[in-house]
């Protein structure tokens, strides 16, 4: 069988079993066991086992535990609450001030916890309540949240930008300041569409929402403990600031530095919050190492994968076509980032099989499942307004980066 077959028999099997809800490593490496099986027999069970293990065994890759533990530290903590309180205080009275305050709390959560689903319900489970009190639209409640829980991949440090880096031998402290400005950019594109979708439903006053009076009088008399909230959230902020200017300024390794912000972040957690008993404790230490193996078993089978196409000369046959086809950067480009978005139908938000979609609607069940694919689908589509503004000014990303690092 050639190689352009058998790739495609290949790509087919990969998307039948995610489509039917494997998860994603099992299915890398169930399709990957089978193609070499068919293509080389039972002698490639030995190098199918040391692909495995020799891809994680990477010390790099120790930063990735790290991190997760340092999220887990802060999801797991009251640190939302306060963060959502903090943002409220100051951006509660801006039109549309409180689902802006709700992206801006995303943001930041997102980028302390590195988790999309930690996000969604840390802050959804106060913003998406309080936002359907004050009358604005279940779309824009929901479809806020779905999509501020993803910006954590942008906003540095980003688990995923560790993987990307170690994987194409790219400087981990360069891709963590890329992501600075594309960063915030989206969460300003989303903050945009926010105010507009409000102003298109009517704006968000109805029977449901209280009045101006008594939303003053709420606020002012919440200021004390807002401002209280402010003081316990700082500590996070500054081991992050900490965390990144020991990655530009080159005084620690990426695993260094996310060992001891997870050393922080860990004891900050229980001595601002007080959590003393093991109850708490246990449940970060259990969710770091669900997620961390999750996340290296992921690895491990994407590297199985890679070897079993290159094996089978499917990557070779697939470079070379690419090669061949007289097409300029901007359809290559194009080609790249629609297989992302195919890709991403797997993934956080992007519909249909979108996990932060039905985090929120476990978190709001009274709202309707199309409500929620509706409310989310605009602020899909400023990722894609994002992904072209990225395209035509490069810059964008590396402004930043080579104006520090050169």
């Excluded at 912000?261 to 190492?289: E, H, N, T, V």
Aim: hydrophobic fraction near 55%; charge should be neutral; include cysteine.
């Amino acid at each position: 069988m050639d190689p352009i077959t058998l790739g495609i028999i290949v790509a087919i099997g990969l998307i039948f079993m995610m489509a039917i809800g494997t998860p994603i490593a099992f299915a890398l490496g169930g399709v990957s066991l089978l193609a070499l099986l068919y293509d080389r027999g039972l002698t490639e069970l030995t190098y199918f086992g040391e692909t495995f293990f020799d891809r994680i065994a990477e010390f790099g890759f120790v930063a990735i535990p790290m991190f997760i533990l340092m999220g887990a530290a802060v999801a797991s903590s009251p640190t939302g609450r306060d963060l959502y309180r903090s943002l409220d205080l100051w951006m509660g009275r801006l039109p549309a001030g409180l689902a802006v305050s709700n992206i801006g709390a995303c943001s930041i959560f997102a980028a302390l916890s590195g988790s999309s689903p930690a996000t969604c319900a840390a802050i959804g489970k106060m913003g998406i309540p309080e936002m359907r009190t004050r009358g604005y639209p279940d779309g824009v409640a929901a479809g806020c949240i779905a999509a501020g829980g993803t910006l954590g991949i942008l906003i540095p440090p980003s688990v995923t930008m560790i993987i990307y880096g170690i994987s194409t031998e790219t400087s981990i402290g360069r891709l963590f300041i890329a992501g600075v400005v594309p960063g915030f950019m989206l969460a300003g594109l989303f903050m945009i569409w926010t105010i507009i979708a409000c102003k298109l439903a009517g704006g968000y006053a109805n029977p449901l929402a209280v009045s101006a009076e008594k939303l003053k009088n709420t606020v002012q008399q919440n200021v004390d403990s807002n401002l209280k909230a402010v003081v316990r959230v700082l500590p996070f902020l500054g081991v992050v600031a900490g965390i990144l200017f020991a990655l530009y300024g080159g005084v620690a390794t990426p695993s260094e530095a996310a060992g001891v912000g997870a050393f922080l972040c860990l004891m900050l957690a229980i001595l601002i919050y007080r959590m003393w008993q093991i109850g708490p404790i246990k449940l970060i230490m259990r969710d770091s190492l669900r997620e961390s193996v999750m996340i290296m078993l992921v690895i491990a089978c994407a590297e199985v994968f890679a070897y079993a196409l290159s094996s089978m000369f499917i990557t070779q046959t697939v470079a070379a076509a690419i090669a061949d086809m007289d097409v300029n950067r901007w359809v290559l480009m194009g080609v790249i980032n629609v297989f992302l978005l195919v890709a991403g139908f797997f993934l956080p938000i992007t519909p249909p099989v979108g996990l932060n979609l039905f985090i929120i609607k476990g978190i709001a069940p009274d709202i309707s499942l199309r409500d929620i694919l509706v409310g989310s689908l605009p602020y899909a589509l400023c990722m894609v307004l994002a992904i072209l503004l990225l395209c035509l000014f490069p810059g964008i990303a590396l402004w930043l980066p080579n104006l520090i690092m050169g």
